[in-house]
């Protein structure tokens, strides 16, 4: 059994309970998900917080104090957002606004934004969060 976190297209979040990841996807592709709030059937993963638990008490003590390869995990993160979140490089700040404003669908992208650009987001009350991220080849090549 596994649990995703999952948002309808109208930005509802709730949580699904499946087999393995194909119950869900197969489920999902027949439009068999519906959101509880709106029956909206446009739905999709979302990043879930991750939680670690001791599984039993007979666990090695040098397991329990494995350090954490934070560079693993962050690497994990940065390729979750590279496949999950629409790219719209230097326009974050005018389709956040979008957005917000209800003018275009939600939906979750990255780019970059001016220090000015970033002040009026806070401003306008949207919410956003930064993340440093290497550059890749495509962008080294200039």
């Not at 699904?16 to 446009?42: H, R, S, V």
């Not at 979008?98 to 939600?106: A, G, L, N, S």
Request: charged share 30%; hydrophobic share 35%; net charge negative.
């Amino acid at each position: 059994m596994i649990i995703f976190d999952l948002e309808c297209g109208a930005g509802h979040v709730f949580e699904g309970w499946f087999n393995d990841l194909q119950a869900f996807e197969e489920q999902n592709a027949k439009g068999l998900i519906g959101c509880p709030y709106c029956e909206n059937t446009d739905i999709r993963k979302i990043m879930s917080p991750v939680a670690v638990k001791k599984s039993t008490p007979a666990m090695p003590v040098e397991a329990e104090k494995a350090p954490i390869d934070y560079k693993r995990l962050a690497r994990e993160v940065l390729e979750y957002i590279h496949k999950n979140f629409d790219n719209v490089g230097p326009h974050f700040a005018q389709e956040a606004l979008k957005m917000h404003y209800q003018v275009t669908e939600k939906k979750n992208i990255r780019g970059s934004a001016t220090v000015a650009e970033e002040k009026m987001l806070q401003k306008e009350g949207i919410e956003f969060f930064k993340i440093p991220f290497e550059k890749g080849d495509e962008e080294k090549k200039n």
